[in-house]
């Protein structure tokens, strides 16, 4: 390929659903090489090492991710209803990711727990970042008066994030959507509780 910027997207396209589904340490460079049809040689020519390639493939994955959930947050008018469509996505999303593997945040962090900590420290910074943004919409809710003032807005958060997430491992290794589906009626029933 002659076009550098359309060789590196064609790398990260490929690399993500590997590296997403097999994992960082597991995939290969081989790997990657074979599903792009792309040499050794033009991969290094456009990376400078197979941790460069995963870490452009996870921010793409997680760019896909948060457009898709950014979309439907954007449909809705109020914090209940917001935290309800996020829901709504991921009750879609459990059984047809848009991304194989799954949640690319869920399995980032798993392997990258212990493992590998420059990865481990982009997973910290944007649960971080969701976190904060889930945080922002509560509490505008609250100031909006949408959602009750004694609302925990941090244990919320917390409950919430870590609830998605959770419930998304267990559908996934459970292979349906039920678990994720029960969670998502409890979230939704403590968000009525709390609306105004």
Do not use: W
Not at 73 to 101: D, F, M, Q, W
């Amino acid at each position: 390929m002659r076009n550098p910027e359309a060789t590196r997207r064609l790398i990260i396209n490929k690399s993500l659903a590997l590296f997403n589904t097999k994992g960082y340490q597991a995939t290969s460079l081989s790997d990657i090489t074979a599903a792009t049809g792309i040499t050794k040689g033009a991969i290094y020519a456009n990376f400078d090492s197979k941790d460069e390639v995963a870490f452009a493939a996870f921010d793409y994955a997680v760019e896909i991710v948060l457009g898709n959930v950014r979309e439907c947050i954007r449909g809705a008018s109020t914090a209940p209803l917001k935290l309800k469509a996020i829901l709504h996505y991921y009750e879609e999303y459990v059984p047809n990711p848009p991304i194989p593997g799954g949640c690319p945040v869920l399995n980032s962090a798993v392997e990258a727990d212990d493992s590998h900590p420059l990865l481990r420290t982009k997973v910290v910074r944007l649960i971080a970042k969701i976190k904060d943004s889930l945080r922002q919409i509560v509490h505008r809710g609250i100031l909006e008066k949408q959602l009750r003032k004694d609302l925990n807005i941090d244990g919320f958060v917390m409950l919430f994030y870590g609830a998605i997430e959770g419930a998304i491992m267990v559908s996934r290794v459970e292979g349906d959507k039920d678990s994720f589906l029960s969670m998502s009626r409890f979230l939704t029933d403590l968000i009525d509780q709390y609306s105004l």
